[in-house]
């Protein structure tokens, strides 16, 4: 009887433990302050891991309240901030990925998750037909420095259909079930190697879903409720300058007059006083051809945004960095404009080019110098070179299908022979 009674006690301890191997690993993303936060996911009823930060403690705490049993949170997210990133830290006594004091290699990806919205069925139990876990994967193994995603991670909005047997059983909606087969379980291996960055996509607005992005990754403190924006920041990450915007909300061929002036307002806040050679990071691209099933010849994007920052634009403001259209585009316009590169292949549904992305187009009252596009699934590879950045734009069997150069504002893109 005694030896049951403590197999039964033993039991009962190890239900925390085995719901907790189910849980992710901590990662490490920069918040709007310019510092970073050690993110953690914990079952409910247990207490935020302990976090070390160059020899010393880091207060952790929760992130908003887990649901009740049912809901779509069960989950506790603990976050340990620090405004001035350490030289090293650990979590739990497992170290994790901090930035190191030059940056030299970016991995850069986007739209990433699989797509279940009523007919739009992808097959998420392929890895083959969704490639996400192959991508973080080949990513991680180049060992950037930082990570950047341009947004869109949630895409399982609507159930399989019973006779779709490539995505059965999949989780939908806005929930914690959805964000871990989306997301953080495919992504896994490259949250473990460098800091993200992470910027918000259409997918993670309110009604999709936003829920779960402000709960699990917004970067503002205590932004745990869903709106429709958040204020833009700036990042300072060894010389690299960073501007990060929500466009998460605009429309791409309407421009209401209430959201330009919201957006407007926020636009002049983030690029006065702009420091040299930075990168506007931004969801949806400011200028680029509509892409995909349904487009027409001469739809641009991205009109919301495109009246928002007319006349505001900085000399010291290089490129454009975004997704949305799920293929890898570069647009050059000459000195007179910031280049726009696209990174949005990272493992939603490919959407076919069916317009000429080509030199001489016109995208918002200017021609286009240079364009280059492709629609194969991958990820991008920035390194540091003399006077600016060397691209690598890899496809889901590691092979290099593009290199890219940017300088100041002239991006060349070019396809690679085999």
């Known amino acids: 009887m005694l030896l049951l009674r403590w197999i039964a006690i ?18 490490v993303e920069f918040a709007s302050d310019g510092g970073i936060d050690i993110r953690a996911i914990t079952a409910p009823g247990m207490s935020c891991p302990k976090v070390v930060a160059d020899g010393a403690a880091l207060p952790s705490k929760a992130r908003g309240q887990p649901d009740a049993a049912g809901g779509p949170y069960p989950v506790q997210v603990c976050v340990a901030h620090t405004a001035t990133p350490p030289r090293a830290a650990t979590v739990d006594g497992v170290p994790v990925p901090v930035p190191p004091a030059t940056i030299k290699r970016i991995v850069v990806i986007g739209d990433t998750g699989c797509r279940l919205k009523g007919n739009f069925v992808q097959d998420c139990n392929d890895p083959v037909k969704w490639p996400f876990a192959t ?86 403190p205590d932004a745990v409720e869903c709106t429709a924006t958040t204020p833009p920041y700036a990042l300072h990450i060894d010389t690299l300058n960073l501007l990060i915007f929500d466009g998460a909300d605009a429309d791409d061929s309407n421009a209401d007059p209430g959201k330009v002036a919201v957006y407007r307002e926020q636009m002049q806040s983030l690029l006065t ?85 080509t030199a001489g187009i016109t995208l918002d009252g200017m021609k286009v110098r240079r364009a280059f596009a492709m629609p194969d699934w991958g990820y991008v590879v920035l390194h540091r070179v003399t006077e600016g950045w060397a691209a690598a734009v890899y496809a889901i069997n590691d092979r290099v299908l593009a290199r890219c150069s940017l300088r100041g504002r002239n991006l060349t893109c070019h396809s690679v022979p085999h």
């Open 10 to 27: 033993l039991c009962l301890f190890a239900i925390p433990v085995a719901r907790a191997a189910d849980l992710p690993e901590p990662w």
């Open 135 to 220: 991508v973080a994967r080949l990513a991680a193994a180049r060992r950037p420095d930082l990570v950047i995603h341009v947004g869109d991670y949630h895409y399982r909005e609507t159930p399989c259909p019973a006779d779709h047997p490539g995505c059965a059983g999949s989780p939908y909606g806005d929930n914690w079930a959805v964000w871990q087969k989306d997301f953080l379980d495919p992504a896994a291996p490259l949250l473990a190697v460098a800091p993200w960055v992470m910027v918000r996509g259409n997918h993670e607005i309110c009604s999709r879903g936003g829920h779960g992005w402000f709960r699990l990754f917004d970067p503002h």
């Open 273 to 357: 006083n702009a420091p040299p050679r930075a990168w506007l990071l931004t969801h949806h691209p400011i200028w680029a051809l509509v892409e995909g099933e349904g487009a027409k010849q001469g739809d641009t994007l991205n009109a919301t945004q495109q009246a928002a920052i007319r006349d505001l634009i900085p000399a010291d403001l290089d490129m454009v960095l975004s997704g949305h259209v799920h293929d890898f585009t570069s647009y050059d316009f000459g000195p007179q404009r910031p280049s726009q590169l696209i990174i949005g292949e990272g493992g939603d549904a490919n959407d076919a080019i069916v317009q000429p992305v």
